[in-house]
């Protein structure tokens, strides 16, 4: 069974679009309550700053999975792994909103909205500790 199966069994076909490769996810991460995606940096960092819940699917070894790892631990995502049912993960956030609402509220506490900010204050602190 694919998504597109899943999404029409939920009846959630008015409410959940699954799309091919795209090059609008920031306007799509913008107006989406869910991403399923695999756990790059990138993908992971664009949906923290968009405090999006995340269903992270086929890691590579290594950082991925990873930042699987962190993000399950830290309750903003679930990680399908091989001997998960994604039908039943995907049927169970679908079907209980207190999860998905939890899941968003976790990703917001793992967010790091002033990140680029602070990288900025100890590079400039650290640039004048080196001055005197």
Known sequence: MDFEDIVLENNKQDSIKVLPFTN???ELMSISDLVITKPGGLTTSESLASF???IVINPIPGQEEQNAEF????GAAIWIKKDSNPEDIINYILSDENKLNNMKKNSIKLAKMNSTKDICKICLEGKENNND
């Open 24 to 26: 609008k996810v920031p």
């Open 71 to 74: 993000l399950e631990n830290n």
């Open 52 to 54: 999006l819940p995340m």
